[in-house]
Nanobody, 115 residues
Framework: QVQLVESGGGLVQPGGSLRLSCAAS????????MAWYRQAPGKQRDFVAR???????TYADAVKGRFIISRDNANNMVYLQMNSLNADDTAVYYC?????????WGQGTQVSVSS
């Protein structure tokens, strides 16, 4: 059974930083793409960042220069370093992985940016 578990969310002040983590387990190998999405209240789920197995990264325009995605292939982990956070970054953040077995989602972790 595939399981993705996110952690690292919380409440942060504008301008602050958070680091999200996602641990993947189960029959998911080989993992191809690892990514982060987010969903703000009343809005659709939006793409944030992705990294291919080879290390190629793609970012949404809204987070370019502020967020950094990284992954640990040996341990099936993906991270999202979020800097210079603002209120527009408030959302539930979801981890997504794509493997040859399919596409999988975590349960989400809440990130709230407020003073």
């Amino acid at each position: 059974q595939v399981q993705l578990v996110e952690s690292g969310g919380g409440l942060v002040q504008p301008g602050g930083s958070l680091r999200l983590s996602c641990a993947a387990s189960g029959s998911i190998l080989p993992i191809l793409t690892m990514a982060w999405y987010r969903q703000a209240p009343g809005k659709q789920r939006d793409f944030v960042a992705r990294m291919s197995r080879g290390g190629t990264t793609t970012y949404a325009d809204a987070v370019k220069g502020r967020f950094i995605i990284s992954r640990d292939n040996a341990n099936n982990m993906v991270y999202l370093q979020m800097n210079s956070l603002n209120a527009d970054d408030t959302a539930v953040y979801y981890c997504n992985i794509i493997s040859t077995m399919g596409s999988y989602w975590g349960q989400g972790t809440q990130v709230s940016v407020s003073s």
